[in-house]
């Protein structure tokens, strides 16, 4: 048995115990399914517990000295770096990452917990001046209260902790539920991390648990404000019209269909470059990967023959060995969802230029040359399959890459960065990268979608935004008349 039998609990008021629901679920290694571990699964009583808990404990949480808050956060920071070694074994074996791939998580990670270290010292109010003769008015920056956290399996460490650290810093309790297929490495290693930083017992709570069973009563439950969701689009939507209904705040970051342009004047070597890495990254299964390549014909063919001996040149198998660059999808049915799709963008008239091999989990690169109207390019593949998409002038490849519900991220690649940053400023998408790729995240910039990718953004000030709120209060310090 793996040695990561102690990450198998609920973290509930600052215990770790089995949960209380009728589901044991086994988690496993993606690339030979062997057993990690296993968990007795969270009732709805042990969500509701853990929101009590994140409640109870918040207050005398959010009254503690900023600085003492602050270094607690900084404690987190120097585990990770301590533990990184340990940190990356666990995402490999859980998640099927690369050593490429966890160690650049990991990074991820420290960046924001180091970001929302300052967040404590930033909780100032305001003085704003008053119509009213002899009032002062007060706007004053405060925590939402409670806030839970729903993260996904593809970056299950980076995409909960983008949430955990600014909530808790900023002063909020926090119940987090990560993916099951990732329980440790997205859930209860963050409860280990902030428990041995110095979190008080009760303001973190890690619950894993069976949506069959507890259905949607951990975004309905009254006790939190806020609800942050890192997954599916059809997902977000349902958590979105929960959060409406019950007055809750959500941000909500989904699915993508993103595109790089390149341009007929581009460096066609540094735009294969990164094509590769934004598409191939994590086997693509990463919300910003590149879906579609949207190429201008004059450079098309070389850029399709360079792309493609890329693409055949990155070592696919094992994501233990260190060179190893592509590993496994998450599981059987994200393979046959992929062989699927592109069977029907094939029916569609789609080409294939590289076929990738099916190896238990793995999958090697797959290139296909078709439209924008083929399934591969019409869908989201979240995974090592990517459509290329010929086109005549830059006006066709903005209509191509705005034609998609979603919005979330995308590059262009040209020798001008003017025209670059003019072609990106029509692109519907929330992040656009001049002469790079689509799969990039800082701690001090905004990071989030638009249309069907999202509401929110994460990062720097704007995660400051997002995991607080604002009260007004009103002095009225000399006499006031009033009308009657």
């Known amino acids: 048995m793996s040695k990561f039998q102690d990450l198998n609990k609920q973290y509930i008021d600052g215990e770790w ?6 589901t044991i679920y086994k988690d496993t290694n993606p690339f030979n399914e062997e057993t990690l571990a296993e968990f007795k699964m969270a009732s709805v009583e042990d969500i509701s517990e853990a929101y009590q808990s994140a ?7 959010s009254e503690t000295n900023p600085f003492e808050r602050s270094t607690i956060m900084e404690n987190a920071v120097r585990i990770m770096n301590e533990r990184r070694e340990e940190l990356v074994e666990l995402l490999v074996l859980e998640s099927g990452s690369s050593h490429l791939k966890a160690n ?16 404590p010292l930033r909780m100032d109010g305001t003085m704003v001046p008053s119509l009213v003769p002899g009032k002062e008015n007060r706007v004053y920056r405060k925590p939402l209260g409670a806030v839970g956290v729903i993260g996904p399996f593809n970056f299950p460490m980076y995409l909960a902790m983008r949430s955990v650290a600014p909530a808790l810093a900023v002063g909020n309790g926090v119940v987090l539920k990560p993916d099951e297929k990732t329980a440790m490495s997205g859930g209860t290693i963050l409860g280990k991390i902030f428990e041995e930083a110095g979190v008080p017992k009760g303001v973190l709570n890690v619950v894993v648990a069976d949506m069959g069973e507890i259905e949607d009563s ?85 850029f399709v023959k360079r792309f493609v001996d890329k693409a055949e040149s990155i070592k696919v ?14 599981n059987r049915a994200a393979i046959d969802r992929l062989l699927g799709q592109i069977e029907e963008a094939r029916q569609q008239g789609a080409e294939t230029v590289l076929e990738g091999k099916v190896d238990g989990n793995v999958m090697s690169p797959v290139i296909l040359t078709g439209t ?36 979330l991220s995308g590059s262009v690649h040209t020798r001008s960065v003017e025209k670059g940053v003019e072609i990106a400023k029509q692109m519907e998408t929330g992040m656009v990268h001049v002469n790079d790729q689509s799969v990039n995240d800082e701690p001090l910039v905004a990071f989030g979608g638009e249309k069907d990718s999202g509401l929110g953004r994460f990062g720097g000030e704007w995660s400051l935004e997002e995991f607080t709120t604002l009260q007004w209060i009103s002095t009225q310090n000399k006499p006031r008349e009033y009308p009657f």
């Open 317 to 330: 198998g094992d994501p233990r060995d260190k060179d190893t660059l592509i590993g496994p999808l998450i």
């Open 218 to 302: 951990f975004v309905e439950h009254p006790i939190p404000r806020m609800i942050s969701f890192t997954g599916s689009t059809g997902v977000g939507r349902h958590i979105g019209e929960l959060c409406g209904r019950n007055i809750k705040k959500s941000v909500l970051e989904l699915g993508g269909n993103n595109a790089l342009i390149v341009l007929k004047d581009a460096d066609i070597q540094r735009a294969v470059n990164a094509a590769a890495f934004g598409k191939y990254m994590h086997n693509g299964q990463i919300c910003m990967s590149l879906n579609r390549i949207i190429v201008h014909r004059n450079v098309y063919d070389e």
């Open 55 to 61: 409640k109870q404990a918040q207050k005398a949480w």
């Open 104 to 119: 650049v998580e990991i990074d991820f990670c420290i960046a924001i917990t180091r970001e929302a270290a300052s967040f």
């Open 372 to 407: 924008n109207e083929v399934a591969t390019a019409k869908n989201e593949m979240f995974g090592p399959v990517v459509t290329l998409i010929p086109i005549d002038s830059e006006e066709e490849a903005i209509r191509v890459a705005n034609d998609t519900p979603y919005g």
């Open 17 to 22: 115990r089995d949960g209380t629901g009728k």
